[in-house]
């Protein structure tokens, strides 16, 4: 069994006595006060090792490993949300000194400090059931991101030059496929407008027009209805909750699957935007999922078709000409941090006596094959 993991005040206080790490360094040891490097990730003269104690904490709970991509407000939400939960460390706020002379530190207080002391056989499992965690607070980690996000979007605007967007998990990714094949995955949007044909009537706006061109939908009996029918298009975008809304301007119906288990498709109204994306019900879903009360995985993408009507069953699918999968970046983020899959995976039970022997038999077999 592992011994678990460091908490956060003795795992601070060692890089605070160490000083190895840049811009986390003690103000006065003796009254329990330190600052911390806090720079917007797009400020200039910024580099990787600015950032190096949100990225050691992700690491250090398991939230980023070697070769992931780099995600600077993702992993800072990790650090503040786990401090916030430290009753006896307090942010100092008046004294921050970085909206005045750019100095960009933050001031924090270790109440009553004392040299943090591991108590004597301690040990802890490799869960994540502790309060340095954030994994089982959905809501409240997605609250820590926006704020990180809005914090930096303030500063952004502080200055006198323009500055990327940081919100790299803020969007979605749109896959348009004809039947099996995938004919367009378009990535980082926040507002589109999907449809055939070159012309726009003014129903609906957007920035970013995914224009189709469905040759290989052409060729069926019913390909030129779809590409006509679709010409007005559908509207996509996301709000600042990270919910999906979806309205329907053109004449094909379109049908998409609801979040919850084993639901009928649901029709999108013409004219009409549609959540069909809701990140709080994704929230509570997940919370379940990861505190034992329910074995379903909520999905992080939406499924949609087009003239078609869609069903939970993915065997029931492969009928379907012309579908739209809208994938929400976030909720897929943290799928992805919680090791947790889609539902519409496959899924297994843990192997009994019976599977166990069977693939014993299996192993055996392949051995003799190979010699």
Request: glycine share 4%; with cysteine.
């Amino acid at each position: 069994m592992s011994k678990g993991r460091e908490k956060l005040q003795p795992w601070l206080e060692k890089r605070l006595d160490s000083g190895t790490v840049q811009g986390v360094e003690w103000i006065n040891k003796d009254e329990g006060s330190f600052r911390i490097l806090w720079k917007r990730n797009t400020a200039t003269r910024s580099n990787e090792d600015d950032f190096q104690i949100f990225k050691d904490w992700a690491k250090h709970t398991g939230r980023f490993k070697e070769g992931d991509a780099t995600n600077y407000p993702y992993w800072k939400s990790l650090f503040r949300n786990a401090l916030n939960k430290q009753s006896n460390i307090e942010e100092k706020k008046e004294e921050y000194l970085y909206k005045n002379n750019n100095c960009p530190y933050r001031i924090f207080q270790i109440k009553d400090y004392k040299p943090y002391t591991q108590p004597q056989g301690y040990s802890q499992d490799m869960n994540f059931d502790n309060n340095d965690t954030c994994s089982y607070s959905v809501p409240t980690l997605l609250t820590e991101f926006n704020e990180e996000i809005k914090e930096e979007e303030e500063e952004e605007m502080e200055t006198s030059s323009p500055q990327p967007s940081l919100n790299c998990l803020t969007d979605f990714t749109v896959t348009v496929k004809v039947g099996s094949q995938i004919e367009y995955r378009e990535r980082n949007f926040t507002s589109c407008v999907i449809k055939t044909g070159c012309c726009m009537d003014g129903s609906l706006t957007s920035k970013n027009i995914l224009c189709l061109q469905l040759d290989n939908l052409s060729h069926h009996p019913s390909g030129k209805k779809l590409i006509d029918g679709l010409s007005r298009g559908i509207h996509i975008y996301i709000d600042d909750r990270m919910n999906i809304f979806a309205e329907r301007s053109c004449q094909c119906r379109v049908f998409y699957i609801s979040q919850m288990e084993n639901q009928e498709s649901k029709n999108l109204e013409r004219n009409k935007p549609e959540k069909i994306f809701d990140f709080t019900i994704f929230s509570e879903l997940l919370t379940g999922r990861l505190n034992g009360t329910t074995k379903f995985v909520p999905q992080c993408d939406i499924f949609m078709s087009v003239g078609q009507r869609c069903y939970p069953d993915l065997n029931l699918q492969n009928g379907i000409l012309l579908s739209i999968t809208v994938t929400s970046h976030l909720a897929e983020e943290y799928l992805k941090q919680c090791n947790l899959t889609a539902h519409n995976s496959i899924q297994m039970s843990e192997p009994d006596s019976v599977d166990k022997k069977c693939s014993e038999i299996m192993r055996i077999k392949e051995e003799l094959l190979a010699t």
